[in-house]
């Protein structure tokens, strides 16, 4: 019974531990959260005056070859788009820079024209949060996402524009 | 002559080839453009409505290290900070989103205590533009850099406040 308690105990332990991507719980559609995103190459940014939010996308080695190259629409079978969320705050030290203050999101794309047909190609997957929670209560959750991506339907569903950067093709 | 003339072009041709780093002439203060930053990782982003700029803060192996760890007061030796500026623009498909549009410049702070202990420990430099042409007539361009820091001289000269991210230390 010790035994028990000790193992259920290191179990919720281990589930709960924020911050080591070898335990955060995959979506409720069963996608598993991309190991080590927090430092795969910039493609762009945006600040959403709506909600007031700035946000950086990332993405996976396919992803930055293809915006790099501007060949991203289609985006290439493989690419994933990471895509990080800070509410805005105010820089301190000078108050005319909006910058990211509390962490909201990280959500993703992952391109894969056969397993996501019924999404235009793209598997969709967010974790809320410094200790990322799964988002979604089943994986009805993607039409929420499918649904928001529907006005870029010609660009691939995807609203990130790659950033000019200079710099050859990778 | 025509050899001459040939060779003149060809090093005026490689010297003004933009986008690759090996071509790119350096600072007025003899710094190189640091190779393959466009693909470091993220320290924090920002948006500057005085200037109307985005700004994404990239940094090499050491500051992202040092930025996951929030051991940025003082940064380690080793240290690069790379800042990319692009205007702002509005995305066609969400007007509420204000992204990157053209390319403006991207600014580096080299962190070596000795050898720019005259500039709070930091090397300044920028490159202007897609075509990366050094800023500066010449070497005193940095005391322009380093006045603009001075205000954050209690943050070790450095305005970015590394943005939170779920991850584990490096």
Same mark, same amino acid.
């Given at each position: 019974?010790?035994?028990?308690?000790?193992?259920?105990?290191?179990?919720?332990?281990?589930?709960?531990? !924020?911050?080591?991507? #070898? /335990?955060?719980?995959? &979506?409720?559609?069963? %996608?598993?959260?991309?190991?080590? *995103?927090?430092?795969?190459?910039?493609?762009?940014?945006?600040?959403?005056?709506?909600?007031?939010?700035?946000?950086?996308?990332?993405?996976?080695?396919?992803?930055?070859?293809?915006?790099?190259?501007?060949?991203?629409?289609?985006?290439?079978?493989?690419?994933?788009?990471?895509?990080?969320?800070?509410?805005?705050?105010?820089?301190?030290?000078?108050?005319? !820079?909006?910058?990211? #203050? /509390?962490?909201?999101? &990280?959500?993703?794309? %992952?391109?894969?024209?056969?397993? *996501?047909?019924?999404?235009?190609?793209?598997?969709?997957?967010?974790?809320?949060?410094?200790?990322?929670?799964?988002?979604?209560?089943?994986?009805?959750?993607?039409?929420?996402?499918?649904?928001?991506?529907?006005?870029?339907?010609?660009?691939?569903?995807?609203?990130?524009?790659?950033?000019?950067?200079?710099?050859?093709?990778?």
């Amino acid at each position: 019974m010790k035994y028990l308690l000790t193992m259920t105990l290191l179990s919720f332990s281990l589930l709960t531990h !924020a911050g080591d991507n #070898e /335990k955060v719980a995959p &979506a409720p559609n069963q %996608i598993e959260l991309p190991k080590g *995103y927090q430092d795969w190459a910039m493609i762009s940014s945006s600040h959403r005056v709506d909600n007031h939010s700035l946000r950086v996308i990332l993405g996976n080695d396919i992803a930055v070859s293809a915006a790099r190259k501007n060949k991203t629409n289609p985006w290439p079978e493989g690419a994933i788009l990471a895509k990080m969320v800070w509410k805005e705050g105010e820089l301190e030290t000078w108050n005319q !820079a909006i910058v990211p #203050e /509390k962490f909201v999101h &990280a959500e993703f794309m %992952i391109k894969d024209s056969e397993k *996501y047909k019924k999404t235009g190609g793209w598997g969709f997957a967010r974790w809320v949060g410094l200790d990322q929670k799964p988002y979604g209560q089943d994986e009805n959750f993607v039409q929420e996402c499918f649904g928001c991506h529907t006005p870029v339907k010609g660009n691939d569903w995807v609203y990130t524009i790659p950033s000019k950067l200079p710099m050859p093709a990778k």
